[in-house]
Structure formats: C-alpha cells, structure tokens
C-alpha cells in the first residue's frame, strides 16, 4: 500500500528500503506522505484559549462572548505578554519569548501551531542545517514561497 501511495512498484520500494541512503526527492516524497497521513490537531480559537488560561469553564458554542478581538485584550495585563497574542508591533523589538519546545517540534515534522517569531526561528535553524526552502516547507507545513519570505525577514 506505501509504495502505491508513493507512485512506485513494490520491488522498488523494498530495494530502496535495503539500500543504506535515499535520494532527496525520495525523502520528500516519504515525508511528504507521511504528513498527509498524520492527523492534523484542531486548532482552537483565540476565545477559546483565552478563557482555558484564564481558567473560566467552556461555554456553549451558542453563546457569545466578550473576546472577539484584540482590542478586548489590549487592557489586560495578564495576558499583555502572551507570545500566541503578540501583534506584529511585538516585532519592531518588543520583548517576544519563543518557545523553544514548540520550535523543536515543529523542526522535526510534528504538527504544531508556531507564532510569527517562532516561524521566523524555525526557518533560520533549518537553513542554517542546509536544508532546501521545500524540505523546510514540508517540515513546518506551510509553503516554499512563506519559507522564503521568511528566510528573506530573518536576513
């Protein structure tokens, strides 16, 4: 079933698999696959997160609230220093914390959800490692053309 998901025959994938080294295209190909098959986390709204660190109880989906946008927030000093609610202001050199966790774990393929910076520091690594705008692409889940505007910011 892998090799009819990787367009090759099945002798070609068992010898592929008895040599000690790939191709990059393989390599691609594999991971490729290997994220289409890996279940994507649902991503939370911003409300919902919000109110989980807050520690508030979950609402029905049929309520409304309060938080439906960022100016609700500019106030708050709890959350004034939250990374996942950074603008874009944070950038100019406001202190920004990255999280190295999620860094790492995006760098290797898992499916997380980074903000802007940790995007920008897991595109500088990668390159610095020489890995191809494509192959950080399929590692972070997103597209060659945002890895090099990415690189290109980083710079």
């Given at each position: 079933m892998l090799?009819?998901?990787?367009?090759?025959?099945t002798s070609s994938l068992a010898a592929t698999l008895a040599r000690p080294?790939?191709?990059?295209?393989?390599?691609?190909?594999?991971?490729?696959?290997?994220?289409?098959?890996?279940p994507q986390?649902?991503?939370?709204?911003?409300?919902?997160?919000?109110?989980?660190?807050?520690?508030?109880?979950a609402g029905d989906s049929?309520?409304?609230?309060?938080?439906t946008g960022d100016e609700d927030l500019a106030g708050d000093e709890d959350l004034a220093g939250d990374e996942d609610l950074a603008g874009d202001e944070?950038?100019?050199?406001?202190?920004?914390?990255?999280?190295?966790?999620?860094v790492e774990r995006a760098m290797a393929g898992e499916p997380v959800t980074l903000?802007?910076?940790?995007q920008l520091e897991a595109v500088r690594r990668l390159h610095a490692r020489?890995?191809?705008?494509r192959r950080i692409a399929l590692l972070l889940r997103t597209s060659a053309r945002t890895v090099s505007r990415r690189k290109t910011a980083t710079a």
């Open positions: 090799a009819r998901l990787l367009g090759r025959t080294r790939v191709t990059a295209g393989t390599a691609d190909a594999v991971v490729a696959l290997y994220l289409s098959l890996t986390p649902r991503r939370r709204s911003r409300a919902a997160t919000v109110t989980d660190r807050l520690g508030w109880p049929d309520d409304t609230d309060d938080l944070d950038l100019a050199g406001g202190d920004v914390t990255v999280d190295e966790i999620a903000t802007l910076v940790e020489g890995l191809s705008d």
